[in-house]
């Protein structure tokens, strides 16, 4: 389990599209105004975050759309890097702590 004394983000699994999710992320991590809504920006939004936060991943979707669900692993794996790579962003999926220590 992540240090419980950091913010925690946790993304609702009622979202149903991969743009839904990156609004929920833009708002919920205070990123600027000219993020789009990427793979390459969330990365780079991620890399910028100067304070810690752990990102709470649902273990599955409420919704049926395996396109969406597809999707959204492209999204996770930017998420599960970033966790590697930056200091800052912590991840879990359903309790399961991914961020190496």
């Not at 004394?5 to 600027?32: M, Q, Y």
């Not at 759309?65 to 790579?85: D, P, Q, T």
């Amino acid at each position: 389990m992540s240090d419980t004394n950091l913010p925690r983000v946790i993304v609702p699994d009622t979202l149903n599209s991969v743009d839904a999710i990156h609004t929920f992320l833009k708002e919920a991590l205070g990123f600027p105004d000219f993020y789009g809504g990427t793979l390459d920006g969330l990365w780079d939004c991620l890399g910028d975050l100067d304070q810690p936060v752990c990102i709470v991943w649902p273990r599955q979707w409420q919704t049926e759309n395996i396109w969406f669900v597809r999707r959204s692993y492209k999204l996770l794996g930017v998420l599960m890097e970033a966790a590697e790579e930056f200091h800052n962003v912590h991840l879990e999926i359903a309790g399961e702590n991914l961020s190496s220590e």
